[in-house]
């Protein structure tokens, strides 16, 4: 009966309810994954000490290359799945499973070992002060070196999950996480007097909790999966065809954590109150980037599925009508944070500089939201469809060769308002050429010689 109603999902089931049926649960977890990442800022920024917000900014970017790892093996090890899913191949799923949970778990480490031994001069490299080193280092060790692992972990089994359209089940996971994220970050930040230490704690902790959860999701009596979390099952025969298309996503979180390494290291030359202004606008604003998000992880099963068994036309209305949603729920954003923007600001730090130079920042940062929602769906289109390099030249496009050498050039001839520009600049320019990619790649899969292979 559960593979009767999930073939009605991907083949038959009208596409907005289909859509909806499986990107509502991960919208929902990634606002609820989103809360608990704004809870750390919020929580600090009531310590009213501009110099704490600023080491929790400091870090972030490279506390985000673990998202970049799980989309490597966790989107690259889900959007094979739909595929083989797609094309009836159950006997490979336990496998490609193995080695997206395993193998990243296994990165994971040998990246938390290398960020331990390498703090030092890495803290330098990303703009730490004097004045916020310690709180950096902290924040650091806990939410990296030590919450590396199941940070990764619980993103990649969240991924193989809605492979299969467990999404519900997903969501539950990751919302379990940040509801318990959210409970611990005051206990320990104002109850233990643990300051950002006991932020980065209680995200570390938090990420372990949703691995647990997760882990009992697939052990759990009953439960119909193909996929299998067992090491003997573990191969490197699927590294390649993982890679090529989580390879895009992790380009496109690192080269996008790359970006925000060089805005704050450019920010912490114009002192600590401009880090930790942009610090809380990049997390304010990752709020409806977040729900683009979901509805990317929504829709990929989807496309992929729809891909692999060759129904192309249902594959493309389920793309353009994610498109449209992901640019209404985000123009809905801008107008809230072009109007509340002092309001929302002054509620995550009450100091006064802060808030001031964090809602100008908004308010031009938002801007670009909408135009980032369509690019990043495009992309993740390409990617479902197991078009890896299209996407990856997207990505890159868009975040090596565009918008670093941007924020340089906008620092050094506007100075800091130029550099919050940079990001509506690039996504005007790389709208067209997503659009031109997703129509290239669309017109060969209805030639004559697809269509009859």
């Known amino acids: 009966m559960e593979e009767k109603s999930e073939k009605y999902l991907f083949e038959a089931m009208p596409v907005a309810k289909a859509v909806a049926t499986l990107a509502i649960p991960t919208i929902i977890s990634q606002v609820v994954t989103m809360i608990y990442n704004l809870a750390d800022t919020f929580f600090i920024g009531q310590l009213g ?91 650091l060790i806990w939410v990296v070196v030590f919450g590396g692992v199941p940070t990764m972990v619980s993103l990649t089994l969240g991924h193989l999950l809605r492979s299969e359209g467990h999404a519900r089940q ?51 009596p009953g439960d119909k999966t193909a996929v299998s979390l067992l090491p003997k099952y573990f191969t490197f025969r699927f590294a390649r065809p993982i890679f090529s298309v989580g390879l895009a996503s992790a380009l496109a979180t690192t080269l996008g954590n790359a970006s925000n ?33 979901g509805l990317c992880q929504g829709f990929m099963p989807l496309v992929g599925y729809n891909y692999a068994s060759g129904s192309y036309e249902r594959m493309r209305r389920v793309s353009v009508f994610s498109w449209k949603a992901a640019l209404v729920m985000s123009a809905c954003f801008v107008a809230c944070f072009a109007v509340f923007a002092p309001q929302i600001l002054h509620l995550f730090i009450p100091e006064a500089q802060t808030s001031a130079l964090g809602a100008r920042f908004l308010r031009i940062a938002c801007l670009a939201v909408p135009l980032t929602s369509v690019n990043f769906l495009i992309s993740y289109t390409l990617q479902a469809m197991g078009k890896g390099v299209q996407s990856a030249v997207l990505t890159f496009s868009r975040q090596g060769l565009l918008n670093i050498p941007l924020l340089l050039l906008m620092n050094v001839f506007i100075g800091l308002y130029g550099m919050i520009w940079t990001q509506l600049v690039v996504e005007v320019i790389m709208l067209p050429v997503s659009l031109g990619m997703y129509a290239h790649t669309w017109k060969r899969l209805n030639t004559p010689e697809k269509k009859a292979s």
């Not at 799980?70 to 336990?94: P, Q, T, V, W, Y």
């Not at 480490?109 to 703090?119: D, E, G, Q, V």
């Not at 704050?264 to 942009?278: E, Q």
């Open 49 to 139: 000490d501009p110099t704490m917000v600023a080491a929790v900014s400091l870090v972030s970017p490279w506390f985000n290359l673990l998202t970049a790892l799980g989309n490597l093996f966790g989107l690259g090890g889900s959007s094979l799945i739909s595929r083989m899913l797609g094309a009836k191949n159950h006997r490979d799923i336990k496998h490609a499973a193995a080695f997206s949970v395993w193998g990243g778990a296994a990165a994971t480490l040998i990246f938390s070992l290398i960020t331990f031994l390498a703090r030092t001069p890495l803290l330098n490299f990303l703009g730490a002060s004097p004045d916020t080193y310690g709180y950096a280092e902290s924040y």
């Open 170 to 220: 997903a969501s539950m996971g990751m919302m379990f996480g940040g509801i318990l994220n959210v409970a611990l970050d005051p206990v320990l930040i104002f109850g233990f007097h643990m300051a950002v230490a006991g932020a980065a704690i209680a995200t570390a902790l938090s990420n372990a909790a949703s691995v647990v959860f997760f882990v009992i999701q697939y052990i759990r």
């Open 261 to 293: 390494m060089v805005m704050v290291r450019l920010a912490s030359g114009y002192g600590d109150i401009p880090v930790a202004a942009y610090g809380i606008v990049k997390r304010i604003d990752q709020l409806p980037l977040n729900i683009s998000m």
